[in-house]
């Protein structure tokens, strides 16, 4: 086999295309709040924390189905059983990097809802 020939050979049987590599990795993954299981963005809500207008010292946590908010944003599964999991474990203000009440009753609203219409 000459020097050619085993340089193609090599090619041919290394990595995939660099196109299908790309496509592979494009998609974006996420850590779940709740249950910690990594999920393609896709799949999971973000949520942010914004300051309430009536307190100062509470910080309504309010889901970002655009995906558009302003802000530092934590992702969940958008299931009651994760919300639940997140706020025993006290990590939306943990992910978020909120510190005081943390008001999550929209969070609340918005995951009954959307099992609603499921």
Same mark, same amino acid.
């Given at each position: 086999?000459? /020097?050619?020939?085993?340089?193609?050979?090599?090619?041919?049987?290394?990595?995939?295309p660099r196109a299908e590599r790309v496509s592979a990795r494009s998609e974006p993954v996420r850590t779940c709040i709740g249950c910690r299981r990594r999920e393609l963005a896709a799949d999971?809500?973000?949520?942010? /924390?914004?300051?309430?207008?009536?307190?100062?010292?509470?910080?309504?946590?309010?889901?970002?189905?655009?995906?558009?908010?302003?802000?530092?944003?934590?992702?969940?599964?958008?299931?009651? /059983?994760?919300?639940?999991?997140?706020?025993?474990?006290?990590? @939306?203000?943990?992910?978020?990097?909120?510190?005081?009440?943390?008001? @999550?009753?929209?969070?609340?609203?918005?995951?009954?809802?959307?099992?609603?219409?499921?």
């Amino acid at each position: 086999m000459t /020097a050619v020939e085993w340089t193609q050979a090599q090619r041919e049987s290394s990595a995939p295309p660099r196109a299908e590599r790309v496509s592979a990795r494009s998609e974006p993954v996420r850590t779940c709040i709740g249950c910690r299981r990594r999920e393609l963005a896709a799949d999971l809500m973000r949520v942010v /924390a914004q300051r309430s207008v009536d307190s100062e010292q509470t910080v309504v946590v309010v889901p970002d189905p655009r995906r558009r908010l302003p802000g530092r944003g934590a992702w969940m599964h958008p299931s009651s /059983a994760c919300l639940s999991q997140a706020v025993r474990r006290r990590a @939306i203000g943990g992910a978020l990097r909120v510190s005081g009440h943390l008001d @999550i009753s929209a969070l609340e609203h918005y995951v009954e809802n959307r099992h609603e219409h499921s």
